[in-house]
Nanobody, 116 residues
Framework: VQLVESGGGLVQAGGSLRLSCAAF????????MAWYRQAPGKQRELVAA????????NYVDSVKGRFTISRDNAKNTMYLQRNKLKPEDTAVYYC??????????WGQGTQVTVSS
């Protein structure tokens, strides 16, 4: 399975941005999916996760109430709607897919920069 993120870029604090993660290949093997992020000098952290059916979802405390994860299995795409962005949300965001018959798959990452 190949994952391709899109939607990153530069945004001002308080703004919104939606990330997309499109899956290609053996998409029927995809189970749960998640978004991770890695800021400069920090470890990669789990931001949000979603089950195959689209619910329930989990979020890291720092994004609760601001970020919303969703997926459209018909389009093999996962989304991360991010509102009220803060400078501390600046990071490379990675898409992750747990596969039922293989090791997890990762996207190449997309840079998001939030200016103050």
């Amino acid at each position: 399975v190949q994952l391709v993120e899109s939607g990153g870029g530069l945004v001002q604090a308080g703004g919104s941005l939606r990330l997309s993660c499109a899956a290609f290949g053996s998409t029927r093997s995809i189970d749960a999916m998640a978004w991770y992020r890695q800021a400069p000098g920090k470890q990669r952290e789990l931001v949000a996760a979603i089950t195959h059916s689209g619910g329930p979802t989990n979020y890291v405390d720092s994004v609760k109430g601001r970020f919303t994860i969703s997926r459209d299995n018909a389009k093999n795409t996962m989304y991360l709607q991010r509102n009220k962005l803060k400078p501390e949300d600046t990071a490379v965001y990675y898409c992750n897919a747990r596969l039922i018959d293989d090791f997890p798959s990762w996207g190449q990452g997309t840079q998001v920069t939030v200016s103050s």
